[in-house]
């Protein structure tokens, strides 16, 4: 399996977004007056920062980014809003989002090693897409693990997004309704990627 190696801080300092976003609280101050950032950008370039951002965000690699795209696509309403749901209901990203992971990295390797339940059943596939209604809870036999407490200590301030009804003494969430666009921490222009991949 591809395994994507880039250097965090200095891809989301590229594709202009806070490290806290990929669930990494440091600040780099290196190369702060680049001259990279005058230049112009074509519309080409607006385009694949855009998708490289999605890709970076998510850890999805070119293969699978463009399978959510073609699902996307076949959605009703907005491909470039349908995308990012998709994404946001991978359940690597739910387990990021209910803080018991510290970066979506680390939540795909928790997902792997099968600590997850999904509606009582062990999921162990990161790209596995919650429904409304799915309840995520961390397998009894992982809340004895100190792995889970510090995660939720490390993570207690950030925002539990709308659409899940977290219960953190029992290390439970329950998806209330699907994601949206209005939901992100982070500002993207999917229409950009469906441009992008339409020409």
């Known amino acids: 399996m591809a395994v994507n190696r880039d250097p965090i801080l200095k891809r989301c300092r590229y594709l202009g977004i806070s490290p806290t976003v990929v669930g990494i609280d440091k600040k780099s ?31 999805v690699l070119e293969k699978q980014f463009y399978h959510y795209y073609e699902l996307a696509a076949k959605m009703e309403g907005q491909a470039g809003n349908n995308l990012i749901v998709l994404l946001e209901s991978r359940l690597d990203n739910v387990i990021f989002r209910m803080g018991l992971a510290s970066t979506r990295r680390e939540s795909r390797q928790l997902v792997n ?82 441009e992008l991949y339409s020409k």
């Open 113 to 194: 090693h099968g600590h997850f339940l999904v509606n009582g059943n062990k999921v162990d596939i990161p790209s596995y897409r919650i429904k409304v209604g799915d309840v995520i809870t961390l397998r009894d036999k992982s809340k004895s693990s100190s792995k889970f407490k510090d995660n939720l200590e490390l993570t207690k301030s950030r925002v539990v997004p709308a659409w899940l009804d977290e219960n953190r003494d029992e290390y439970k969430a329950t998806v209330t309704r699907m994601p949206s666009v209005e939901d992100l921490d982070y500002d993207v222009e999917a229409h950009l990627i469906v």
């Open 29 to 59: 101050n290196r190369f702060k007056n680049n001259n990279n950032s005058r230049r112009k950008v074509s519309e080409y370039g607006m385009q694949l920062k855009e998708k490289q951002k999605l890709k970076f965000i998510y850890g």
